[in-house]
């Protein structure tokens, strides 16, 4: 096949999708996306946290885990719980009193303007 036909076949080939939709033209292509500088910092923390418990463990010779981001030893994380307050349930005419003082608000700030 001499150069010529080669030529002649291409352009043909061209022409032909040139009549088609650009299915053909469209499957070729690809989009690009960059990481947001946001997405790059989350990454580079989760990584580091990983490496942080790694080197503690190593240097350590103990288990750790993370809570919160840190690394700690299992008998700091019991001592962190035990320290949690426990919140007291919601006291329902506290709420109710609440919710009216919300209202007289609203009224008193309409009625002065």
């Not at 061209?14 to 088609?20: A, C, D, I, T």
């Not at 923390?45 to 190593?58: G, I, N, S, V």
């Not at 307050?85 to 919300?102: E, F, G, T, V």
Request: net charge positive.
């Amino acid at each position: 096949m001499s150069f010529s036909d080669h030529l002649d076949n291409f352009i043909k080939q061209r022409e032909q999708l040139g009549q088609q939709p650009n299915k053909m033209q469209k499957r070729n292509t690809y989009v690009v996306v960059d990481a947001t500088d946001q997405s790059k910092a989350r990454e580079a923390m989760a990584k580091e946290q990983e490496q942080a418990t790694l080197r503690a463990e190593q240097e350590t010779k103990q288990y750790h885990q993370r809570i919160r981001g840190r690394c700690v030893l299992p008998s700091e994380a019991q001592a962190q719980q035990q320290r949690q307050d426990n919140s007291r349930p919601a006291d329902p005419d506290r709420i109710a009193y609440i919710q009216q003082l919300k209202k007289d608000l609203k009224l008193k700030k309409y009625a002065a303007e």
